[in-house]
């Protein structure tokens, strides 16, 4: 990733809403609920996108951190974190404002 913490959290929504939007298409396809597969593919899915979030979110910082840049490091993961969560607010705002209710 980036030393950029916006663009970091910015990946991570994206990833996120890539992942919604696959998601709720196949709720709009009805797959059956009795589907051996449908278990397997959400955790496969959940393992998935654990690894991508710990890329997204950890990469950069670790290769500061082992470079003896620790403080870079530091700030870059706690940077890319609060970014991040202040998005996460701001997606919640949103949907408790009920500006996209249909």
């Known amino acids: 990733m980036t030393k950029n913490p916006f663009i970091n959290a910015l990946t991570a929504l994206?990833?996120?809403?890539?992942?919604?939007?696959?998601?709720?298409?196949?709720?709009l396809l009805k797959?059956?609920?009795?589907?051996?597969?449908?278990?397997?593919?959400?955790?496969?899915l959940f393992t998935l996108s654990a690894a991508v979030m710990g890329y997204i979110f950890l990469y950069q910082p670790a290769q500061l951190y082992f470079d003896n840049k620790k403080i870079q490091g530091v700030r870059l993961f706690l940077?890319?974190?609060?970014?991040?969560?202040?998005?996460?607010f701001i997606m919640l705002v949103l949907l408790f404002s009920g500006i996209f209710n249909r």
């Open 31 to 44: 797959v059956g609920t009795n589907a051996i597969i449908a278990p397997i593919a959400l955790v496969s």
């Open 14 to 27: 994206v990833y996120i809403a890539i992942v919604s939007c696959v998601l709720y298409v196949g709720t």
């Open 79 to 88: 940077g890319t974190v609060m970014v991040f969560g202040c998005l996460t």
